[in-house]
């Protein structure tokens, strides 16, 4: 599956920046606040019961082991049956409300980025997220790329079907791949990121930079090889 957005050609020998998003570029988890506001608009009333049960049940199946990846599927399986058309139109009004409210992004992280795409990196965004969050994010930071979660997508309706994961090791394939595309040397590239999960990124790049110290097994890691630490504050 092409990382490549239409109409964008590769250029050689580029350097990229990546950039995790949930709490490195914004202060939110994109997934649950747009399922937030996904729910409220389908269930109304309902809504806020059935957002809080779901939430409740992810947190259980995470107290019992299940790894992100799994959850992440169960949390795509619930758009099981809906349009694509409509989480796009419903994704960018939910950023079009989320954005408004102060320390949505993290401005010492965006300020980075923006230093980055001045010095010529492109930008790519790689999150376990979906494009109806994600695409409104990448159009506010002027981003070249989003390698996100992809759903299966039967005429314009999603099967709940998760065709590619992007957390883990999911992301370090998915730059991989964004790499060789670009003919990027990974020496000459930069990743952000604020978990664990990240790691595998992170280690793909001559520059890897932690963001903030919320996962301390990470920040352990980072003391320990010599990388860049941000204490970040929106």
Known sequence: MSTLPAGKSAPSGKKVAFFDVDETLITEKSMFTFMQYH????????????????????????????????????YYRTYRGTSIHHLDKLGREWFAERSKRPGFFISDITTELKGLQQSGYLVALVSGSFRPCLEPIAE?????????TELENNEGTLSGRVLQQTIGKGKSRVVQELLRKLDANADDCTAYGDHISDLPMLELVGRPVVVGRRCSKLVSLAEQRGWAIRRVHA
């Open 39 to 74: 729910y409220s608009r389908r269930y109304h009333i309902s809504g806020k019961i059935r957002y809080l049960v779901f939430i409740f049940w992810i947190k259980f199946l995470a107290r019992l082991g299940t790894s992100r990846e799994a959850v992440n599927r169960i």
């Open 140 to 148: 506010q930071l002027n981003a070249d790329f989003v390698l996100c």
